[in-house]
């Protein structure tokens, strides 16, 4: 990754050695640091490069403890204000947050604490734009609703002939559909019925759009399928604040129902899902597919020896490192225990061979910490399979079992090839 697209974090400590670990784990994370032991320096890295987070620790600077660095430290600081530190009573950290710090965490604490509420933190400052599939016969009403949206951030796409709206779906993946009730080619209720009656599409909400005004007729609509009902010309901070609601309502009840709950990354059925999805899209379109999948060595050891706390850790690091560094958030699966599954879209087996080593190099060099045993090290074996011609997802599946296979009988720590 290019430095300069790494996002910046600031340590504030008295002595930078202690960071020094720290640094190196954070790099492999996608994020790049910088150690200030004294006042004046903080103060002026904050001046000319803001940071995207400020790590201060409890002992302050070299030169001013943290009472004092951490106010003028927050006037500057345009994201987080993270405060390492051992207990504080609620009013401490009340007095704390009153004076900019915005997140606290215990000490002593391990790199991968902080990669998650950096992780976390980016996530929310980072926000996905809501995706809005407009169905209007009215090409006036839908390029004023598709202005306020685009207005509010969002990505809308508008369609007059509603009998397109499986294959816009599909393409486009919305995150809220806005339908028209009365249209020539048909009404907007028996649109949504159609669409109700794929499972896949039950978590996009569908919002109907509509000058109908009488209460019962509005009801019988939503009976068809439909979420909620809003009334055309109102005012634009209305319609942006009933799609913005109700479209991160289902964005998080889909993560919930589609994702792990400990790694965040796809859940099995759901990676299967995405897998035959792109193995139907790579046959009818002449693309490259690889698939790999990849093992955590001696799980079970490690969860013998150190506790399962420490392998749901180990599992994290690694559900960081590949989601990092595949890039696609639906590329990437927890396809059970300690497995991933990767889906590498137009790319040969030996590009995704490689990319995928350079990933397991960087997870051995990942130190994973013990409370009773101290620090260690982890490694995977990985397979990789390349899609071949009339092969089905099933069946790309299995070579790239078959390769961890070979990996794991041949000393593990490697990536195998399917032949």
């Known amino acids: 990754m290019n430095s300069s697209a790494m996002p910046m974090v600031y340590f504030v400590a008295p002595n930078a050695e202690h960071f020094d670990d720290i640094q190196s784990q954070l790099s492999l994370f996608g994020f790049d640091c910088q150690v200030f032991t004294r006042n004046s320096a903080i103060l002026a890295a904050m001046h000319t490069q803001p940071p995207f987070a400020v790590v201060v620790d409890e002992l302050g600077l070299s030169d001013a403890n943290s009472k004092k660095c951490v106010p003028l430290i927050s006037r500057l600081s345009k994201g ?57 016969d009215s090409e006036a009403v839908a390029r004023w609703t598709c202005g306020v949206l685009s207005d509010a951030g969002m990505l809308s796409k508008h369609i007059q002939n509603p009998l397109e709206v499986i294959l816009l779906i599909e393409r486009m993946k919305p995150d809220i559909i806005l339908m028209d009730v009365y249209m020539p080619e048909c009404s907007g209720d028996e649109i949504a019925k159609i669409i109700r009656q794929n499972k896949q599409y039950d978590s996009i909400p569908i919002v109907f759009l509509s000058t109908e005004t009488h209460r019962g007729k509005q009801l019988m609509a939503r009976s068809m399928g439909g979420d909620d009902f809003l009334v055309k010309n109102m005012e634009p901070e209305e319609l942006v604040a009933s799609i913005t609601i109700t479209a991160e309502r289902y964005r998080q009840l889909r993560r919930w129902m589609t994702r792990d709950s400990l790694t965040a990354l796809l859940n099995h059925t759901n990676i299967i899902e995405e897998l035959t999805r792109e193995v ?136 195998g090839l399917a032949t």
């Open 280 to 415: 139907a899209r790579a046959h009818k379109e002449c693309r490259q597919l690889s698939y790999a999948m990849v093992d955590i060595d001696h799980f079970k050891l490690i969860n013998d020896r150190h506790g399962h706390m420490v392998g749901d850790r180990v599992i994290k690091s690694l559900s960081r490192l590949l989601r990092g560094g595949m890039g696609k958030p639906n590329s990437v699966g927890r396809y059970g225990g300690e497995e991933f599954a990767v889906i590498l879209s137009d790319q040969t087996m030996m590009r995704a061979a490689q990319k995928l080593d350079e990933l397991r190099q960087s997870f051995s060099q990942l130190t994973q910490i013990s409370t009773d045993s101290g620090e260690f090290h982890s490694t995977v074996s990985i397979g990789v399979a390349q899609l071949q011609d009339g092969q089905t997802a099933q069946q790309l599946i299995d070579a790239a079992d078959r390769a961890l296979y070979q990996a794991k009988a041949a000393g593990r720590n490697q990536v």
């Open 80 to 136: 987080p204000v993270i405060f390492l530190s051992n207990a504080h009573s609620i009013a401490e950290q009340i007095d704390l947050m009153r004076n900019g710090v915005t997140d606290f965490l215990p000490k002593p604490f391990n790199p991968q604490q902080l990669i998650d509420r950096l992780d976390s933190l980016q996530e929310q400052a980072r926000p996905d734009p809501f995706r809005v599939l407009i169905v209007d």
